[in-house]
């Protein structure tokens, strides 16, 4: 029973984990930037973005900043006609549906000297989506830890037989509780004054 409780928590906790999104700061400890050479394609090549993730810009507003592109515009590094541009120096962008986000910074030569990049979100995962075809990328769920031997017998049959065993055990837990209060009470009353 305790561990039928303990696998509910986690996959409740693993449930809130992947809805809420992953935060990824583009160019990790550089930042959005021109110095250093970051290769921003290498940064987001590894990475599996999913639908709700959550992309950081972090960089000097006074040098730079953040111009949301077509994919033309960013081969071409033209910012001329952004989609969206951010300033603040702290951006966070919330990646609301699945294909390519190209950002580059918008000013001049920045970009044609690397300081852009292509986000690519694949779908959501199935389990998570509420009307998912099955062809998902199944790379996109890493949160899910690897269970050794039998991880699908742990899925939605669970709940059942804790939940049986839970009841019970409450039953006992009350029938106990009763006896014990009954104990109390008489005991109490038949001690010596
Ligand atoms: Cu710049």
Redesign the pocket.
């Known amino acids: 029973m305790d561990m039928a409780v303990a696998i509910t928590v986690l996959v409740a906790f693993a449930s809130v984990a992947l809805s809420s999104g992953e935060v990824y700061k583009v160019g990790d400890k550089a930042g ?3 110095l250093g050479n970051v290769n921003y394609t290498a940064w987001a090549a590894n990475k599996n973005f999913i639908v709700g993730d959550i992309i950081q810009f972090v ?1 000097n507003k006074d ?3 953040v111009a949301e592109v077509s994919l033309e515009d960013y081969k071409s590094c033209n910012a001329g006609s952004p989609k969206a541009t951010y300033k603040s120096g702290n951006d966070s962008i919330t990646l609301r549906t699945d294909g390519h986000y190209f950002f580059l ?3 001049p ?3 044609a000297v690397g ?1 852009k990049v292509d986000i690519q979100v694949a779908k959501l995962a199935p389990s998570a989506a509420p009307s998912s075809p099955p062809e998902a990328v199944p790379p996109s769920n890493p949160a899910t830890p690897p269970t050794e031997g039998t991880p699908p017998t742990e899925g939605p049959p669970q709940p059942q037989p804790s939940g049986a065993s839970a009841t019970a055990e409450s039953r006992v837990v009350g029938f106990l509780m009763v006896v014990l209060a009954f104990a109390a009470t008489f005991g109490g009353l038949m001690l010596p004054r």
């Open positions: 959005w930037t021109t960089y040098f730079h900043n910074c918008a000013v030569g920045h970009c300081q």
